[in-house]
């Protein structure tokens, strides 16, 4: 049974600190990981992808993956109010290039006080 | 800008009746998604396609079946809608190689009464 689990949250910050999302995933043969935000009514929004191990940084977003440990995590430094949604792990844990479809964890609740 | 479109936002039917849920993608991607979102049970998914014409099951395809005739447009349909497949409907696409990520259309939140 091919899992990815999340802590639901709420996850409470406040603004201006780093928010630390984690997420572990069942199927160690999984290749590409995928970190979606998703405000409330919306649909999800891809904020960066990783699939070698180590860290991987885009503006304020630091993915950081660890084969070994299956875990996935997902950093937000300088937190912003506009950074409030759920935060969604998603995990390729068939052949590599999302051709099945990705598995999502059900989501961190991210609360970032001004 | 990819853009995936869902051809409804809301849609209201009554028990027993066939649905139809379309999706169509504008990037040529090889990919296409159907997912359900229910409130703690997350994102689910219904069936995929890799290529015209096929298609394969995810996780929860019980009610539901597909169409793909074109590459751009992947169709999903409630042969006879049940009150428990009320739920938030999202389609998506991607590329057929490695880390390409999925797209989402706005979503179609369907209730069956």
């Known amino acids: 049974q091919k899992e990815v689990e999340q802590n639901s949250g709420p996850l409470s910050v406040p603004e201006g600190a780093i928010a630390s999302l984690n997420c572990t995933y069942s199927d160690r043969g999984s290749q590409s990981f995928f970190w979606y935000r998703q405000y409330s009514g919306k649909s999800p929004e891809l904020i960066m992808f990783i699939y070698s191990n180590g860290d991987k940084e885009d503006g304020r977003f630091t993915a950081q993956l660890n084969k070994a440990s299956q875990y996935v995590s997902l950093l937000i430094r300088d937190s912003q109010p506009s950074d409030s949604a759920t935060y969604l792990c998603a995990v390729d844990m068939y052949s590599g290039g999302g051709a099945d479809g990705l598995t999502f964890g059900k989501g961190t609740h991210l609360i970032i006080q001004p | 800008d990819v853009k995936v479109t869902q051809s409804s936002r809301y849609l209201v039917k009554r028990t027993g009746e066939k649905v139809f849920l379309e999706c169509v993608q504008d990037m040529d991607h090889e990919n296409m998604f159907w997912y359900r979102q229910d409130p703690g049970l997350g994102l689910r998914l219904i069936y995929f396609?890799?290529?015209?014409?096929?298609?394969e099951k995810g996780d929860i395809p019980e009610g539901y079946s597909v169409s793909r005739e074109k590459k751009e447009r992947f169709s999903l349909i409630l042969e006879s809608a049940s009150t428990n497949q009320t739920s938030m409907y999202l389609c998506a696409s991607s590329y057929l190689k490695l880390d390409s990520p999925l797209h989402f259309g706005n979503g179609t939140r369907l209730t069956v009464t």
């Open positions: 396609s890799y290529d015209v014409k096929m298609k």
